[in-house]
């Protein structure tokens, strides 16, 4: 089969992701320090966290929306202390900010352009990064979210939707992530090949191998050719 399109997952694919949420955690608690103080009267930054993970477990049927989910955290915590719930859409923006403000792994632009020379480039993604703001999203041909698919990888509705928008087919498609289970083995399952980002050089934890494995995204242009031989 030859491949007609690349799709990329984007957090710890394209960038770090841990130290952005971290950074983008940190400027919503000083908004609530600032804003909300009687939230922080009562909770601290860990206790915040176990509220959300308990409200996103109350509330399974939006879990693949991570944006929902976090506007409606926001709202049901300022209600909880009296305050207006509309009020928190400004503390969500904060956090959003910060959150697309990412450091891009060095190569990473310079490689999808030339990938995007010869194929069709889509992103895939569970988080809510939007890779317009970030500044690449003119490098791809689209981008689809679990929100869009109302369900996240590895399940296989987000890599179908993927393939519908593209008009390619899942078994001409070579999919590029770091997660083993999500985006290795969910990708694997529907036929579509697979490049695993690995830059610790991990062992493959096990379930179908991925096509290629790789450090970081920039091999990928030579590496390619492995499987179009």
Known sequence: ?????????????????????????????????????????????????????????????????????????????????????????????????????????????????????RFRLGAITNGNADVHYIGIGRLFDYVVTAADAKAAKPAPAIFHLAAAKSGSTLENTLHVGDDPARDVLGANALGMRTAWINPASTPWPGGQVPDLVLTDVTQLPERIEELLA
């Open 1 to 117: 089969m030859s491949i007609e399109l690349i799709t990329f997952d984007l957090d710890d694919t394209l960038w770090d992701c841990d130290s952005v949420i971290a950074r983008a955690e940190a400027k919503l608690i000083e908004w609530l320090h600032q804003k909300m103080p009687a939230v922080m009267e009562r909770h601290d930054e860990q206790s915040l966290v176990a509220h959300r993970r308990d409200f996103a477990l109350a509330n399974p049927d939006i879990s693949f929306d991570l944006t929902l989910l976090r506007k409606r955290w926001l709202a049901d915590i300022a209600s909880e202390f009296h305050y207006p719930p509309e009020q928190s859409e400004e503390g969500f923006l904060i956090f959003l900010k910060a959150r697309n403000d990412v450091v891009l792994y060095p190569g990473v632009p310079e490689t999808l352009c030339h990938l995007g020379r």
